[in-house]
């Protein structure tokens, strides 16, 4: 009996871009799929868009209709009323190439449910043609989720949330997406999900394609509500992590996440640079750590971490 996989797409005005996820979903290799798509409260023509699709392809998409609750509230939405074995989420602006669940599917097989599979992503902006490929080492095998983790966290690289693909088991026992966080939600969805894993499975071949966010997308994700957010997101990184192991090398990694944070919201987030200095301190890690390019932390050695923010700043000003 071949196992089915549940898409979760929530949808939030993406009228220009969710025809091509759709399509996306559609063409996967591996058959037995099913398509949720959460509106959640659309209002510039998306739901006539995902309505359509529903109409034309009913063994397949379903359509849940919602108010307004915020991709969180969606995804948990979708996850209830998934009835498959594995869960794959996905951006209404995001697509997979066409065999990336039945290689995943493939490469799972056998294993046990709390293995995690993962794959490249890549960037594009408008054709999947032009694609800006990421040089990160969290690319490949991984013997428990907190060895990913870390690797991620010492070297400020992420993982696209749609490049998973996890068994519903692994995903309950993770618990919900967090409703409160407007930014950096699925960072802290995975790392709870990632903690509870016991290894991950890398896939070469299969692909997602990440769209580069357009301007107004950037400029949200700048506001202090969003940095608030994003702090917020980093502490319940520290509270989960800690739970599963209190060692040396998990708070060197966590204070490198406070320094990312303050290198990203420097210098005008002032109050949330304080708490997030406090945060960095009461982890009592008194070996310095360095993040950024190489030019970064040789300034970093020399003038220290907040000055050579300061230079950084300032030369960008010139």
């Known amino acids: 009996m071949k196992s089915l996989v549940s898409i979760v797409i929530p949808v939030y005005n993406k009228v220009t871009f969710v025809k091509q996820t759709l399509d996306s979903a559609l063409n996967q290799t591996y058959p037995y799929l099913e398509i949720l798509v959460i509106n959640d409260g659309s209002t510039d023509g998306s739901l006539p868009i995902l309505e359509s699709y529903a109409r034309q392809y009913p063994e397949k998409i379903k359509l849940i209709d919602s108010i307004n609750q ?65 040089p990160y080492g969290v ?36 618990g919900p997406w967090n409703e409160s966080l407007i930014i950096n939600q699925d960072g802290e969805f995975f790392c709870r999900v990632l903690l509870q894993c016991k290894g991950i499975a890398y896939e070469p071949n299969g692909k997602v394609f990440y769209r580069i966010p357009g301007e107004s997308n950037v400029s949200q994700q700048k506001s202090p509500k969003a940095f608030q957010s994003l702090l917020e997101s980093y502490r319940c990184y520290e509270i989960e992590v800690l739970k599963f192991e209190d060692s040396l090398r998990v708070r060197k990694a966590l204070k490198k996440v406070y ?32 993040i ?27």
Not at 163 to 172: C, F, N, S, T, V
Not at 267 to 284: C, D, F, N, R, V
Not at 298 to 316: C, D, E, T, V
Request: aromatic share 10%; proline share 3%; charged share 25%.
């Open 70 to 134: 915020g991709v969180s509230a969606a995804m948990n939405l979708g996850i209830k009323r998934a009835k498959g074995e594995y869960i794959q989420f996905l951006d209404a602006d995001d697509c997979l190439s066409p065999d990336k669940i039945e290689r995943q599917i493939s490469l799972l097989q056998g294993k046990a449910s709390a293995i995690i599979a993962c794959c490249e992503w890549v960037m594009f902006r408008d054709d999947l043609i032009n694609q800006m490929h990421v």
């Open 139 to 174: 690319f490949g095998d991984f013997p428990s989720g907190l060895d990913w983790l870390l690797r991620a966290w010492n070297h400020q690289e992420m993982m696209q949330p749609a490049a998973w693909l996890a068994h519903l088991d692994l995903i309950l026992k993770a």
């Open 259 to 290: 320094q990312k944070f303050i290198y990203d919201a420097f210098p005008e987030h002032t109050q949330l640079i304080k708490i997030a200095e406090s945060y960095m301190e009461s982890l009592g890690v008194k070996e310095r750590t360095f």
């Open 292 to 318: 950024g390019g190489p030019k970064f932390q040789n300034m970093s050695k020399i003038l220290g971490f907040k000055n050579a923010l300061r230079l950084k700043k300032y030369l960008q000003k010139k």
